[in-house]
Nanobody, 128 residues
């Protein structure tokens, strides 16, 4: 059974940093791609970053490049999202998700329907 457990959320002042963790189990880690999503109050869940475990390539949505970084520790089956220079608009519940379906070359899976397994989410609150 695929399991994803996020941690690392919390309350932080604007300008601060957090590192979210996603612990993965129950599947062949290297065969999957892992995405980070977030859902702000009253808004739809949006995909913000992806890591392709097969080759280690990563993607961060343009609006967050330079502030957010996705990384992994294969030995621990962990995916991380480092968030720097946090802003109040980064306040959201952050989710990690996993899937292994083959995608067309160049396709970046950022839709909810691109993922079959989800964590429970971790709350990030950025105070002004």
């Amino acid at each position: 059974e695929v399991q994803l457990v996020e941690s690392g959320g919390g309350l932080v002042q604007a300008g601060g940093s957090l590192r979210l963790s996603c612990a993965a189990s129950g599947f062949t880690f290297d065969a999957y791609y892992i995405g980070w999503f977030r859902q702000a109050p009253g808004k739809e869940r949006e995909g913000i970053s992806v890591l392709f475990n097969k080759d280690g390539s990563t993607y961060v949505t343009d609006s967050l490049k330079g502030r957010f970084t996705i990384s992994r520790n294969n030995a621990k089956n962990m995916i991380y999202l480092r968030m720097n220079s946090l802003k109040s608009e980064d306040t959201a519940v952050y989710y990690c998700a996993a899937d292994a379906r083959i995608r067309p070359t160049g396709y970046v899976p950022l839709r909810i329907e691109d993922y079959g397994a989800w964590g429970q989410g971790t709350q990030v609150t950025v105070s002004p």
